[in-house]
């Protein structure tokens, strides 16, 4: 995550930029200066202590533990009952461990209301319900239909797949609950074969997510991969092009951008907007004390125990807590950080269909990023849920 400043590196890029055409492109070795005081101004953010949720006021919905429900209401629902399910997520058509279903968040000083699908669907009757973000926002917009469904068995539904709008409605209710795929929420744009990540403007300028009653956004993930799995080859910051720049700083520009977006483009009197806070991920066994033993989530069949997980504070929530406390309106956090870190037990492992059998039999292919369905996307919905109607 370094700023590649040197001379040299400008000169070669800056030749291969003409040849291909993007002769408007300035490389200005003073630009840097600018960049490196904001990877300072994060090192500073870094060693501050989380910021408490401040959006209930009689109820900590985010601060609890997870305690074990042996009763038939958990899981919410059958991954067999719901075909929207991808594999990636299926981990029951894969995996023999099911314990990680029979888990309830118990809020500090309150009880979760029950989640109930009809009352959902009645109340959006009408409207869309739309998420917007990456992978982790696809977990989540998959649990909620499914979650539905099985409070609607017989409804008549429509669904229908695309890149980057997917939509499932609910014919009964007039009720869609999509899923829009913008892993970054500003643009990535192509220009002559070369991806440029736009941190100054959203992505196609929002227009897809005017509209829907509620929005659910989602970012985080995507910002810290590395090599092959990189989602630019340039990012565009005030005119100017880099090959990289510090990830806090691009994710920083990246959540004003879109907060001053939905602070000018979003009526807040009829549309409902909602931030989903970092999803964190276990890859680090070290983290919550299991030393050598193991190399990532793999095995792991119970939460963390407490109320608190060991490991590190995702530096990446500082600036999205930071961003959203500064909109003019600010957006509804709803910050499953935490409690999703004590779940080091729900990710999909090696019990995920994106594996051939070959490496499902390899635990460090383990994916201990995304989460299984039935799961804990299931108790974000149950929180999404209760912030809405309660």
């Excluded at 991808?86 to 029950?114: H, I, T, V």
């Excluded at 409605?169 to 913008?182: E, H, M, N, T």
């Excluded at 939460?303 to 060991?310: A, E, K, N, V």
Aim: aromatic share 12%; net charge neutral.
């Amino acid at each position: 995550m370094t700023f590649l400043c040197s001379q040299n590196r400008f000169v070669v890029l800056a030749s291969l930029l003409s040849l291909l055409g993007l002769v408007s492109l300035q490389w200005q070795l003073a630009s840097c200066a600018v960049l490196l005081s904001m990877r300072h101004h994060h090192d500073h953010i870094h060693h501050q202590k989380p910021m408490v949720p401040t959006n209930q006021s009689t109820c900590s919905l985010f601060v609890g533990s997870w305690v074990r429900d042996e009763t038939e209401t958990y899981p919410l629902y059958q991954s067999s009952s719901c075909p929207i399910i991808d594999p990636e997520f299926n981990c029951q058509m894969y995996g023999p461990d099911s314990g990680y279903l029979k888990y309830r968040w118990k809020p500090l000083n309150c009880e979760l209301p029950r989640f109930n699908g009809v009352e959902f669907l009645l109340n959006m009757k009408g409207k869309t319900v739309m998420f917007v973000g990456d992978s982790l926002g696809l977990n989540q917009w998959q649990s909620l239909i499914c979650m539905l469904s099985a409070a609607v068995p017989h409804a008549q539904t429509q669904l229908v797949r695309g890149d980057p709008l997917s939509v499932f409605r609910f014919l009964d209710y007039g009720v869609s609950i999509s899923f829009y795929r913008a892993p970054y929420l500003v643009e990535v744009d192509v220009v002559q074969g070369k991806r440029i990540l736009r941190l100054e403007k959203v992505d196609k300028d929002g227009d897809p997510w005017k509209g829907a009653a509620v929005l659910s956004f989602n970012t985080g993930h995507w910002w810290s991969h590395q090599g092959s799995l990189q989602g630019w080859d340039y990012v565009e910051l005030g005119g100017k092009f880099y090959p990289d720049m510090d990830r806090l700083a691009a994710l920083e520009r990246a959540m004003k951008t879109w907060a001053n977006w939905v602070d000018t483009n979003i009526d807040r009197s009829k549309t409902r907007v909602f931030f989903q806070s970092i999803s964190p991920t276990h890859y680090n066994p070290n983290e919550w004390n299991m030393g050598g033993a193991r190399k990532n989530c793999y095995g792991e069949t119970a939460p963390i125990s407490g109320t608190t997980y060991p490991g590190a504070y995702p530096e990446q929530m500082r600036i999205v807590d930071m961003v959203i406390r500064e909109m003019r309106n600010p957006a509804y956090l709803l910050d499953i950080t935490m409690l999703s870190a004590l779940r080091k037990d729900g990710h999909p492992s090696i019990y995920s269909g994106e594996l051939s059998p070959q490496k499902r039999a390899n635990p460090n292919r383990a994916d201990c990023s995304h989460w299984c369905l039935p799961g804990l996307p299931d108790t974000w919905n149950e929180l999404f849920y209760t912030a809405l109607f309660y």
